[in-house]
Nanobody, 121 residues
Framework: QVQLVESGGGLVQAGGSLRLSCAASRSIFSDNAMGWYRQAPGKQRELVAF???????NYKDSVKGRFTISRDNAKNTVYLHMNSLKPEDTAVYYC???????????????WGQGTQVTVSS
């Protein structure tokens, strides 16, 4: 059974920080790269960052130096530490596996409920 449960979002002032967590089922987490995605109102969902099973990371340019993705393989959990938040970071944030198919299809079969991040100016 695929399960993705995101948490940790909230309302924060610009310049503030949040830590998002995502508990994933073993079937989707184990040995897979994991990613954080976000969708702002009226916009397409976009990839924010991903981390391979070995711990290599990659970030969207606009979040480099501010966001850090990490994973705890023992807990099947992936995190997103967000610092120096900006109003343009406001979105619903989702986690999911990351595969190269994302760049073609921009979608997966299953998504969790996401967690809302709102950054006020």
């Amino acid at each position: 059974q695929v399960q993705l449960v995101e948490s940790g979002g909230g309302l924060v002032q610009a310049g503030g920080s949040l830590r998002l967590s995502c508990a994933a089922s073993r079937s989707i987490f184990s040995d897979n790269a994991m990613g954080w995605y976000r969708q702002a109102p009226g916009k397409q969902r976009e990839l924010v960052a991903f981390i391979t099973s070995g711990g290599s990371t990659n970030y969207k340019d606009s979040v480099k130096g501010r966001f850090t993705i990490s994973r705890d393989n023992a807990k099947n959990t992936v995190y997103l530490h967000m610092n120096s938040l900006k109003p343009e970071d406001t979105a619903v944030y989702y986690c999911n596996q990351f595969t190269m198919s994302w760049f073609i299809e921009n979608d997966y079969d299953y998504w969790g409920q996401g967690t809302q991040v709102t950054v006020s100016s």
